[in-house]
């Protein structure tokens, strides 16, 4: 069997941990008896100085053509926040119908928590956050701008199937884990979108006896996560929450080097898409600091995506043992630079014992 993989490196160190990653990627094709195809985008900066656009109508058509697609990072100092991240991530996420975001938060053994009492026995759990939807749908309007009078609208939309679609997929998840799922929103508060989640989870939840449900405010979230991770198994969030708790659950598992995500269409009507949770981080860019685990654990979720099992969880191993040989991020004394971690990741994907 083959797999069709588009590629987008990006920019920064978004090529550089792609790469890596797809090392272990190749690696684990060759022990399980699979092959990779990969196409390469050039998308990213570069591409959008030169053309205008950050993500034209004939590349959303290239790539949904391929089984899915890895992502490095986009952004860059030279480029408008927002053009690159917003018009070329986000319109994935929407062109693709990649409505649940899968972000697990998981601390392997030999890496530091700066969290005190988190450790890998307490430390697994999975953050499922609505992809396309809430208050990242865009909408919106700034009257009065630059006056002291300015007032900004940001529209914030929540519908039935895009909810349904994300809780059922965490609670398929939670069903196959430890059974617990988490509502997490702000529904004392936020009474309209917060009613419909809560409503949702009910109905979807009769389908799922045999897994207990709860539900936490977002902000008191903030302090059950990092106090006591080993409270939670799936949370199920929206869009905006899911951000935010994601980058706390990359702080609980050791930093953002080691976050991975995928975005996913569980309809499988075009290709989900794979990426670590960092950014392209310009103030390390070509210097051969970036630590590509985060990225080589998404693209163990890619491969899990693919049905790749064994694969997965081999690269997965893999990852995690090199990790614990790094620093939490990276720098002059990684003992290494990115290539060569993605080599010693591959290596391991041939000896590890998933
Ligand atoms: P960032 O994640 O790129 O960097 C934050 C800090 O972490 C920096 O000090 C960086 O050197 C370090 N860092 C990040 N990943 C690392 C890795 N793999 N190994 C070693 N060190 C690593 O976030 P920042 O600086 O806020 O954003 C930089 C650019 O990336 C911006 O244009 C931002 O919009 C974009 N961005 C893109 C994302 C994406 O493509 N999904 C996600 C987050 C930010
Ligand atoms: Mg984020």
Known sequence: RTHHLAVIGGDGIGP?????????????????????????FDLGAEAYLRSGVALG????????????????????P??????????????LRVAFAQSVNIRPVRLYPGVDSPVAGVSPDNCDLVIIRENTEGLYTGGGSISHAGTPNAVAIQNSITTVPATTETVEFAFRLASA????????????ILVHAGQLWQDVVDEVATRYPDVEHDYVHADAMCLHLPMDPGRFDVVVTDNLFGDILSDL???????????????????GTAPSMYEPVHGSAPDIAGKG????????????????GLGERDGALALEAAAASVLAELPALAGPGMGGDTAEIGRRIADRVTDVDP
């Not at 550089?16 to 390469?40: K, N, P, Q, S």
């Not at 004939?58 to 890895?70: N, T």
């Not at 030279?78 to 319109?91: D, Q, S, Y």
């Not at 430890?178 to 529904?187: E, F, G």
């Open 16 to 40: 550089d941990v792609t790469a890596a990653a797809l090392a272990g990627v190749r690696a684990a094709a060759d022990r399980y008896g699979f092959a990779i195809e990969t196409t390469e």
């Open 57 to 76: 109508e004939e590349s959303i058509e290239a790539l949904r053509g391929h089984d899915a697609v890895l992502l490095g990072a986009v952004g860059d």
């Open 78 to 91: 030279r480029v408008t926040p927002g053009v690159l991240e917003r018009g070329l991530i986000v319109g």
């Open 177 to 188: 884990r430890r059974k617990r799922l988490t509502l997490c929103h702000k529904k004392n």
């Open 249 to 267: 659950g990359a702080t609980i598992q050791g930093g953002l080097g080691l976050a991975a995500s995928a975005n996913h269409n569980p309809r």
């Open 289 to 304: 600091w970036a630590n590509p685990a985060a990225a080589a654990l998404s693209a163990a979720l890619c491969l899990a």
